[in-house]
C-alpha cells in the first residue's frame, strides 16, 4: 500500500464497481479458493467495505413494505441498515443452540418474501456451516424466489481444520445469491474500507446501478493492495499472516472462554 499510495496515478476516481485489477483478483481468488468461475466484468463488484454493499443491495432491490427474512441474534446492520432504512419489513427465523445456531427451515415464514441475509461464519455466535446445510438454504430460496444476500465476511477467520465454504459452490445459487466478503476481517484491513460482492449478474447489476449514484469506489491505492493480498493463497491456502492472525483469535477464545 505505501508503494501504491506514493504514485500520483492513485489518486484519481476510481469507477464505483471499482479497478478491473481488483476485480480479476477477486475472481482468481474464488477459482483458487473455492473452485468457482465468475466474471471480472459482471459477476464481481468492489465495495466501500463489506456493510456498504450489504446496505446497497438492499436499497437496490427492495420496495416500501417488502418482507426480509433476518437471523435473530444477527450483525444488526441486516435489520437496521439494509431492511428498515429501506422501507423493508423483518421477519426474524430463530437461530437456536440446540440446531447449532443454524437455520431450520420450518422456521422460516418464507411466504412473500423478496431477500433474506444469512452469515456463516457467524457473528455474534461463532457457529460454523457446511455445503450440504447451504444446499438446502439455496434450495428453499430458489423455490420461493428469495434473494439471498450470503455475508461470508469470515470466511477465512476460522479454527482447526475447518475451510469455511461459499454459497457459490452450490449450483442453483447462481440464480438467487450474492456473496459478500470483507477485507476487514480476512487481511485485517478494517480502517481501510475494502471488500467485495460477487454472484448473480443481475443482482450485481443492480448494487453496481445503485451505487454508481452514491459513491465512487475505494481508493486505487487500497484496491492494488487488497488484490496483492488475494494473490497471496496458494491454491486454497490463506498466506502465513492470515494464518498467525487466526491462530492469535484462537489464543483469545482459549482465554475468554476459560475466564
Ligand atoms: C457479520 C458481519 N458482516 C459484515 C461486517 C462489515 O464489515 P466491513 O464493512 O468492515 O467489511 C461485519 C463487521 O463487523 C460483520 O460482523
Redesign the pocket.
Known amino acids: 500500500m505505501k508503494e501504491e499510495v506514493a504514485k500520483p496515478e492513485n489518486h484519481g476516481y476510481s469507477s464505483s464497481e471499482g479497478e478491473y485489477e481488483f476485480r480479476l483478483a477477486v475472481s482468481e481468488w474464488y477459482k483458487r479458493r473455492f473452485n468457482v468461475d465468475l466474471d471480472p466484468d459482471r459477476e464481481v463488484v468492489a ?1 466501500i ?4 454493499g ?1 446496505c446497497n443491495i438492499a436499497r437496490a432491490f427492495l420496495n416500501e413494505g417488502d418482507r426480509v427474512l433476518l437471523p435473530d441474534p444477527a ?1 444488526p ?1 441486516y435489520a437496521n441498515g439494509c431492511t428498515i432504512l429501506n422501507g423493508g419489513a423483518p421477519v426474524y427465523f430463530p437461530l437456536r443452540e440446540d440446531n447449532d445456531f443454524l437455520p431450520n427451515l420450518e422456521d422460516m415464514d418464507a411466504g412473500g418474501v423478496k431477500m433474506m441475509f444469512v ?1 456463516y461464519p ?2 455474534p455466535t461463532g457457529a460454523v456451516t457446511s455445503i450440504e446445510k447451504l444446499r438446502e438454504l439455496v434450495e428453499s430460496a430458489v423455490e420461493n424466489k428469495i434473494i439471498l444476500c450470503y ?1 461470508n ?2 470466511s477465512e477467520i476460522v479454527f482447526g481444520d475447518y475451510r469455511a465454504p461459499s454459497v457459490l459452490q452450490i449450483d442453483e445459487a447462481s440464480e438467487i445469491a450474492v456473496e ?1 466478503h ?4 480476512t487481511f485485517s484491513m ?1 480502517g481501510s ?3 467485495f460482492a460477487v454472484g448473480n449478474e443481475k443482482l450485481i447489476a443492480g448494487l453496481k446501478k445503485v451505487k454508481a449514484q452514491v459513491d465512487s469506489g475505494p481508493p486505487k491505492y487500497i484496491q492494488l493492495a487488497a488484490a496483492k493480498a488475494l494473490k497471496m493463497y496458494e491454491e486454497e491456502n490463506p498466506p502465513k499472516f492470515v494464518k498467525e492472525a487466526c491462530q492469535t483469535y484462537y489464543r483469545r477464545v482459549e482465554i475468554l472462554v476459560k475466564e
Open positions: 465495495l467495505g463489506s456493510k456498504e450489504l450483525y446492520v452469515n457467524n457473528n455475508d465476511a469470515y459478500f470483507s477485507c476487514s476481517k478494517a474500507r475494502i471488500g
